[in-house]
């Protein structure tokens, strides 16, 4: 998980706008409460990363599933390690080169 992030917007009970900065990228800001994590301040003084990413990249997909006919993709983000893949929509992925990639070593294997 990255954040904390400030809820802009709550467009229904189980969906929320948020506000991101412009290091994420091109990553839709609506979200399904689900996917979120209540933040817990745990050191009033503590300190701030020194340097901001400047971009949060997928690295691969190593997954997809078809849910209510919806394509989503398991991403791993670059920097990260798998096991902090996470699911999102086909239609947030801006990198069609990825996808296509993806798409070839599945027909391989």
């Excluded at 929320?16 to 994420?24: A, E, F, G, M, T």
């Excluded at 800001?29 to 009033?44: C, G, Q, S, T, W």
């Excluded at 400047?54 to 394509?71: A, F, G, H, M, Y």
């Excluded at 086909?90 to 798409?103: C, G, P, V, W």
């Amino acid at each position: 998980y990255i954040g904390p992030f400030v809820i802009k917007e709550m467009i229904n009970p189980v969906t929320v706008k948020l506000d991101l900065p412009p290091w994420i990228g091109k990553i839709h800001p609506v979200f399904h409460v689900n996917l979120l994590k209540e933040y817990i301040a745990r050191d009033i003084e503590s300190k701030q990363p020194e340097t901001t990413p400047q971009s949060v990249d997928i690295d691969k997909i190593l997954d997809s599933r078809t849910t209510r006919n919806k394509v989503k993709y398991l991403v791993q983000w670059k920097g990260c390690p798998q096991s902090e893949a996470t699911w999102i929509d086909a239609q947030d992925i801006k990198q069609d080169k990825l996808i296509n990639e993806f798409h070839k070593t599945q027909s391989v294997t």
